[in-house]
């Protein structure tokens, strides 16, 4: 064990481009399939670790964590269980970005908190260990410790579950705009129902072609190819949630809307595609020359914009929170 057990991270959170939906396994997180995502730079998680504490706390935007509280304690157990530390841990953490919107927020929250604990632990922090241990926070940070396209690969034994990297040729053109729509979700409890919709067998069958023609025009730099498959994987996501027992409906009115403005732009000849996770707010994907004009079409219908970019993998830093 290192001497001084402190150490901060920090992890951009994802868009998926094929999302996984169902969990094989909740303790794990184990999912039903593998998927795909991008991380989203500059929005971004910082998680400060330090163990040496008599008890665990965690704290979230200057807020002590509620939602999600348990799922941090299975992360920093399984760090405990690969290293020598048993003592309590200081978790803070700050996102540059909303939470439970639909950004990814349990993304880059999970994986910047994996990376910093093994790291402050003196554990394994190579990306196919940080991510299975990530993976228990939530099964989206996996690939947020991967970091750009990334892929997690899925499997019945819990070391084999893992995120790893993707190749990819879209260069520095691609630009993502968010159209964010505030309305709270409960992705948790659509992933536990999910299984139970007439359309998730559809699903399954459906998304193993899906996830092997990603991974291939992603490689490409195939850009109509990779976010049209985007903007049809979401309506099926969309499917299943709403199909669910809740019947779980988390497109909103602005949602619909933005939807018919990325259409309208693509008659138009503008190369744009929209992409939702388990929630209202949007991405729209397009490329450095138009972002400005697909921004400005968002803000036109009175929802808020902001353009990123393609995000790195989860690292450590010395900028600590306290």
Same mark, same amino acid.
């Given at each position: 064990?290192?001497?001084?057990?402190?150490?901060?991270?920090?992890?951009?959170?994802?868009?998926?481009?094929?999302?996984?939906?169902?969990?094989?396994?909740?303790?794990?997180?184990?999912?039903?399939?593998?998927?795909?995502?991008?991380?989203?730079? @500059?929005?971004?998680?910082?998680?400060?670790?330090?163990?040496?504490?008599?008890?665990?706390?965690?704290?979230?935007?200057?807020?002590?964590?509620?939602?999600?509280?348990?799922?941090?304690?299975?992360?920093?157990?399984?760090?405990?269980?690969?290293?020598?530390?048993?003592?309590?841990?200081?978790?803070?953490?700050?996102?540059?970005?909303?939470?439970?919107?639909?950004?990814?927020?349990?993304?880059?929250?999970?994986?910047?908190?994996?990376?910093?604990?093994?790291?402050?632990?003196?554990?394994?922090?190579?990306?196919?260990?940080?991510?299975?241990?990530?993976?228990?926070?939530?099964?989206?940070?996996?690939?947020?410790?991967?970091?750009?396209?990334?892929?997690?690969?899925?499997?019945?034994?819990?070391?084999?579950?893992?995120?790893?990297?993707?190749?990819?040729?879209?260069?520095?053109?691609?630009?993502?705009?968010?159209?964010?729509?505030?309305?709270?979700?409960?992705?948790?409890?659509?992933?536990?129902?999910?299984?139970?919709?007439?359309?998730?067998?559809?699903?399954?069958?459906?998304?193993?072609?899906?996830?092997?023609?990603?991974?291939?025009?992603?490689?490409?730099?195939?850009?109509?190819?990779?976010?049209?498959?985007?903007?049809?994987?979401?309506?099926?996501?969309?499917?299943?949630?709403?199909?669910?027992?809740?019947?779980?409906?988390?497109?909103? @009115?602005?949602?619909?809307?933005?939807?018919?403005?990325?259409?309208?732009?693509?008659?138009?000849?503008?190369?744009?595609?929209?992409?939702?996770?388990?929630?209202?707010?949007?991405?729209?994907?397009?490329?450095?020359?138009?972002?400005?004009?697909?921004?400005?079409?968002?803000?036109?219908?009175?929802?808020?914009?902001?353009?990123?970019?393609?995000?790195?993998?989860?690292?450590?830093?010395?900028?600590?929170?306290?």
């Amino acid at each position: 064990m290192k001497d001084e057990a402190k150490a901060t991270a920090v992890a951009h959170p994802i868009q998926g481009i094929v999302k996984y939906h169902g969990l094989r396994d909740e303790e794990t997180r184990i999912p039903y399939h593998d998927s795909i995502s991008v991380c989203t730079a @500059p929005s971004h998680t910082r998680t400060t670790v330090e163990f040496g504490h008599e008890k665990d706390t965690f704290v979230v935007d200057g807020e002590e964590m509620d939602d999600g509280v348990e799922r941090a304690k299975r992360v920093v157990e399984k760090v405990r269980e690969q290293t020598d530390i048993d003592s309590g841990v200081r978790v803070e953490s700050e996102n540059t970005f909303p939470s439970n919107v639909g950004l990814g927020a349990s993304s880059s929250g999970f994986a910047a908190l994996s990376l910093a604990a093994l790291e402050a632990a003196g554990g394994d922090t190579s990306v196919r260990n940080a991510s299975a241990v990530a993976r228990r926070g939530a099964t989206s940070a996996a690939r947020s410790v991967a970091g750009g396209f990334s892929r997690i690969r899925t499997s019945d034994k819990d070391e084999r579950c893992y995120a790893e990297r993707l190749d990819d040729g879209f260069g520095d053109d691609l630009r993502i705009v968010v159209a964010l729509v505030p309305a709270h979700k409960h992705t948790g409890r659509a992933h536990e129902e999910a299984a139970e919709s007439h359309m998730f067998g559809s699903r399954l069958a459906y998304v193993h072609g899906a996830l092997a023609e990603a991974e291939r025009v992603i490689a490409d730099g195939d850009f109509d190819a990779t976010f049209s498959l985007a903007e049809r994987d979401s309506l099926s996501l969309l499917a299943v949630t709403m199909t669910g027992p809740e019947g779980w409906v988390y497109w909103k @009115p602005e949602t619909l809307a933005l939807l018919e403005v990325v259409r309208d732009m693509r008659d138009d000849g503008i190369p744009v595609y929209m992409s939702t996770d388990t929630g209202a707010t949007a991405y729209l994907n397009t490329t450095e020359e138009h972002a400005e004009r697909v921004a400005d079409a968002v803000e036109a219908l009175g929802v808020e914009s902001h353009v990123w970019e393609v995000g790195g993998p989860a690292r450590v830093t010395d900028d600590h929170l306290f």
